[in-house]
C-alpha cells in the first residue's frame, strides 16, 4: 500500500510537539544550574571574604612569615613544604613527596664568598625543605668530583667536605652549625657561634643521616621549629684535598652573618588554625601572603564540592517506602535498570577522582590571586588540570594597614551543582518521558480511534452506494456526540434520505403507471362506449335498412379503431412499467424452495424451441439433479425468458448457444449469440431499470428496458450474479448468469 | 326483473361510463362518488352487486371498508373491486376480505359486462338444482361450470372468478400445458406473467389448504401450467 500522511501520522507528527518539552526543560535546569553557579560564586566570595575578615590587620600573622620582604628571591627565601607523611633520616629521598618539584637547584650562581667559573667549580647541589610536625626537614643532595671527610684524627671540622646551617631563633640570637662527619651515616653536627675558646659544641639538637653515593653524598636533616624564626641559611662547602683548605662555597645565602641570612616560610599555625575553622565548608582553603606564597591550606578540592553537595545528598536517599504500589515499584525498577545508566552515559557525571595540579603548593598562581593580591576580590571558573572537573576559585585579599598582605583562596568544584542539575535532569527525563510516553500512546490511540471511525464511516459510505448508484445499505447513526457523530449522522441523513429518493425514482414507473392509469381509463371506457353507441346505431340502422340493403356490412370508424389502438399501447406500457416493480414485490415475498435447476432449464429450453420454431438453439439436455437451487423456479424460468427473448432478438443468424458450467458452488450459464456488440461500459448498466440499447429492432411492441432489469432482480433474488459481455471473438454477446449452487 | 347495480367511483368520467355502458345492458345502475353517500343508500337498501373502486376521494382505503362493511351485510352480495390499483398486496388483501373478484381499469367495458354477468350467472345458478352436463369431474376435483363452484374431495373451495376460470381453462383439458397466454384469455383478463403465476400460486394454496397433498397444477417450466391428474394418483397409491 502506498504510505500517505493520514490523520495518524499528522497527529503524530504533531504530537512531536512535545519533544520540545524536554529541551525548554533542559534549558531551564541550564539556567537553574547557571544561577546555582552564580550563587556558588556568591557564597565562595562570602566565604573567602569572612576568612580575609578573621584575618585583616592582625599583623602579627604576618610579620614572622617573612612576609614584609618587600620580594622574595628563589632558592635564598625557602618555602617550607607540609609534610605529609613522616621523613625517615636515612639520606634518601624516596620518603619526600614530589621531591624533584620540591626541590632547588644550587649551582654556580649560588656561589658564596668568592666567584669560581663554571671550570672550577666542582660542586653543586639540590635542596628541599619541608615540614612536619615540630622539625623542619632538610634534604640535600650533593654532587662532588671529591668527597673528603673530615680525618679521624683532625680536629678542625671545617677542612673537609662540611654543611653549614645558620638561624636566628625566636629570641634573636643568631646561631652557626656546621655538620662534618668522618664517615658516612649519623651526621656530627656543631655550634660554632657562642661557644667558650672556639671549640665547636655538638648540636644534638640537629639530627641527620650524611650517605655516600657515587656522584657526592646526602644529607637529610632535621631541625625542630623553635631552633629558627624565619631566617635560615645554609650552605654546603667544598673541599678537594684531604685537609684541604674550602675551595667553593654555595648555598641559599651567607649563613655568616645574622643580616645575611635568606628567610623561610613555614606554614603558619596560627593562620592554619583560623582557617582550619573553615575547613567544615566543603571548600579547599588557602592562605597566601603577598608573595604567593601558601601560609596555610585545609581542604581537599576533591571533596570541596561546595555547598550544594549537602542538599543533594540528602535528596539523593529515597525515602525506602515498602508499600509503594505496584506501578511505583515498576517504574523505580525501571528507573534503575535502564534509566539510570543511559542518564550516566549521556550526562556528564561530576568526576569523583580528578587530578588538579595547577597550584604548586608554594607558590600559587592565577588572575584571580593577582587580582586579590591588588586589592580586588576576584572570582574565576577554571576547568582542573586533567579537564575533568570545573574548579570556581574566589580570592579575597587580606588588609593589614590598608596594605594587601595576603589573600584568601576559597576554591570548590561545582560537582555539587552538576550533581543537583544531573539529578534535576535525570527526574525531569524520566517524568517528561513517562509523560511523553502516556501522552504519545494516548495520541496514537486517539489518533487511531478518530482514524478508525473516520475509516469505518467511508466504508460504509462506500458500501452505501455500489458501483451503479443504487442504495445498498445504511450508513449506522453513531451516538457519539462529536463531530464525526455529526458527519455519521449527516452520512446516514443523505444516504437515507438518498435512498428514498432512489426508491421514488424506482417506483417512478408503477406510480406513473397507477396515476395514468385512471385517465387512460377514461379515454378507454368512452372510447367503447362511443364504439357500443355506433355499433348499436348501426345495428338500428341496419334492422331498418335491412330491407334495401342486406349484405352490407357494418362500417367501423377508423379513427376510433385507431385512438382504441393507442390505448391498447398506452395500457400495455403501463403494464410493463409495472412489471418491474410487481417484480420486486412478488419476489419480497416469495419463499425460497430447493429446486432442481437442470429440469427448469430442459424445459425452458424445450419451450423456446416451441416458441421460437426458427431459431436453432445449442443446448444439450444436462443431467438432473446435479444442480440444486435454493429459489423460485417460477422466477428462474421468467428470468430466462427475458434473457433468451433478447438473444433472439439480437441474434443474426438465428443461433442461440446456452451453456452450463459448474464451478465450485456456483453454476454459471452463458447465453451467447452473434448479435451486435455491447457499446463500451454499457455491460452493467444494461441491467439498469430503463436502459435499452435497441435502436434497428424497432417494432410495434413498446420497449422499456425492463426486461434485463427484471433479470437482474431475479439474480440477485438467487444471490446470483448477471452481466454481459463482448465474447471473446468480439463476434457477439454473452450474457453470463451465475447462481450459487446448495450442495 | 333488472338487476340493480351499485357504483362506487370517484372519478365522474370512469363512473358514467361504466354505468352508461352497464345501463345499455338493461341494469339499473346506481352511481355514488364516495363512501358516505354508498353507505347511505346502501342501508336503505341493498345493490344485486357493487363495483367498488378503492380509493375514494380523501379515503385512501374507503373501497376496503365498504367491502368489509358490506359483507357484514350480507355474505352473498357479489362485490367486485375495479381499481388503478394492481399491486400484488392490494390484490390478495381485496380477495381476502370478501370481495368476488378484483380488476384493474385497463379492462375493457365488455370485459367488464362479461364479469358481471358472470357473477350475476353464478349466484343465479346456486339457487338452482345442479345440472349434470354443467359438471365436470376429474378425479377428486369437480366444477360446476354454470354455478362457477369448485369442489375438491367435494370440499367447497372458494375461489375468485378469474381464479375460477384459469382453473377451468387448465381442468378442462387435462394433461394440457397451458402457457400463460393462453391462461390469460381463458381467464379473460391481461396482466403480466408474473400475476398469472401468483394466481396460480394462489390456487395451490386454495387446495392445499383442503389437501395438504395436492399438487396436481404442474408448472411446465418455461411454457405454463398443466392439470395432471396421474400425477395425484402416482402420490397417493
Redesign the interface.
Known sequence: MKWRFGLRSKLLLLSSFLFTIPWFGYQYVWEMEKYLRYGQEQTIIGTARALATAMHERANLFNNQASFLPSVEKGKDLYSYGLSAPIQLDGLNQDWPDFANKAHFYQQKNQLYSQLTPEQLSINFTAAVGTYGKYLYLYFAVIDDKVIYRDVNARSITNNDHLELAFINPKGVFSRFIISNKTTGWIDAYRITDIKDDIPVPARQIQGHWRHTPQGYNVEVRVPLTEFNDNIAFAVHDVDSPLGVIEASLGSADPSSAETLGTILVPSPEIERIVKGMSYTNSSIWVVDQHHRVLATTGNIKKASGVWNKRVNLNNERIDNANENFILATWHTLENTILKPLYEKILTQPPSNFIDQLYDSENLTGKHIESALAGEPMSQWRLSTDQQAVVLSAAYPIFIDEHVKGAVIVEETTNGIRTLRNQALEKLFSSILAIMLIGALAFFLFASRISNRIRTLSNQAEMAIDEHGRINGNVDTSNTNDEIGDLSRSFSTAVNRLGQYNHYLENMSSRLSHELRTPIAVVRTSLETLAMQQQLKEQENTASNLQKQPQKPAIENPYLIRAQQGVERLSLILTNMNESTRIEEMLHNTEKNLFDLGQVLNGCIQGYRLIYPKMYFDFNDISTEQYQVMGSPEHIAQLLDKVIANAVEFSNDEKVSVNVVQNHNFVTLTISNNGDLLPEQMSEQLFDSMVSIRQKHNNEQPHLGLGLYIARLICQFHSGTIKAINNKALQGVDVIIKLPLVK | MSKRIAIVED?A??RE??A??LR?QGYQVQTYANKNSAMEAFNLRLPNLAILDIGLEHEYDAGFELCQWLRSKSTTLPVIFLT??????DTVSGLRIGADDYL???I???HLSARIAALFRRQDALGKPQQADHMLTIGPLTVDSQRMTIQWQSQHVELTITEFWMLYALAKHPGHVKNRSQLMQDSKI??????I??HIKRIRKKFTYIDSDFNCIE?????GYRWNQNQVETAGS
Open positions: 372519478d368520467a370512469i361510463n361504466y352508461d355502458v345499455l388503478a390499483r394492481d399491486s400484488d398486496v384493474t381499469k385497463d375493457s367495458l365488455p391481461y396482466v403480466d406473467d408474473s400475476t403465476t401468483s408448472t411446465v417450466y418455461g411454457m
